[in-house]
């Protein structure tokens, strides 16, 4: 059975642009949420959705936001990037009650110039 | 306020040694208790996940424990080897109507030959 992928792996952007990072659950998966990774705040959840809603929301800006579609792949966006941006963002995918184990993708480093 | 402390942060040990991670928590309303083990420069993979009805769980060499009376946790790793050498982080998640992750900083292991 393959893993979560996470495209792209690596992603550099300059201050203001906007990203779009996409997450692929493994198959019969429905819940896939998102994660940032720094030095200094450790891990932070941001969102997660199921079958295609968003079900919960962290505490970031409205400048991260994100969709899933009908086959569970997930797509996450950040818009007027920050300095602060810079990250590894990390998506996880479960069957879908609070209690399923999640499972990792390997993440997108994002760097912010 | 909702918060996760992890201890010790760091922690060197030689192989074949046993050794307990500390995760104490102020989450309410509790719902679950995770631990994960992160190599470096790759995604959580879990190890566990409690519920307040648990209070031992093992997964192999890695037993989980929970005193929800106390509001902590840890994690005892039996007769350690090289690839133990990670970081081990606890979540614990809180439903309020929505769920929020709470995660702890993380204790890195380092086993040495």
């Known amino acids: 059975k393959a893993g979560v992928t996470q495209t792209p792996r690596y992603l550099i952007k300059t201050r203001g642009q906007q990203v779009t990072l996409s997450c692929s659950p493994i198959?019969?998966?429905?819940?896939v949420s998102w994660y940032q990774q720094t030095p200094g705040q450790g891990l932070q959840f941001l969102f997660e959705?199921?079958?295609?809603?968003?079900?919960n929301k962290g505490n970031f800006p409205g400048r991260f936001s994100g969709r899933q579609f009908s086959n569970s792949r997930s797509e996450m966006n950040v818009s007027t990037l920050e300095l602060g941006d810079s990250a590894l963002y990390l998506c996880?995918?479960?069957?879908?009650?609070?209690?399923?184990?999640?499972?990792f993708g390997p993440g997108t480093r994002l760097t912010v110039l | 306020k909702n918060q996760v402390e992890q201890s010790p942060q760091s922690l060197i040990i030689l192989e074949g040694k046993n050794c307990t991670l500390q995760c104490n928590y102020t989450v309410s309303p509790f719902s679950n208790l995770r631990w994960y083990k992160q190599d470096t420069g790759r995604g959580p993979v879990s190890l566990t996940i409690?519920?307040?009805?648990?209070n031992t769980k093992s997964n192999g060499r890695y037993t989980a424990t929970l005193d929800a009376d106390t509001k902590q946790s840890s994690l005892h790793i039996t007769a350690s080897q090289l690839s133990d050498s990670a970081s081990y982080i606890c979540v614990v998640s809180a439903q309020t109507g929505t769920y929020k992750y709470i995660f702890g900083t993380g204790t890195r292991l380092k086993v040495l030959a």
């Open positions: 959705y199921f079958s295609e809603t968003q079900r």
């Open positions: 996880a995918s479960s069957l879908g009650t609070f209690t399923d184990t999640q499972y």
């Open positions: 198959s019969g998966h429905r819940s």
């Open positions: 409690m519920t307040f009805s648990e």
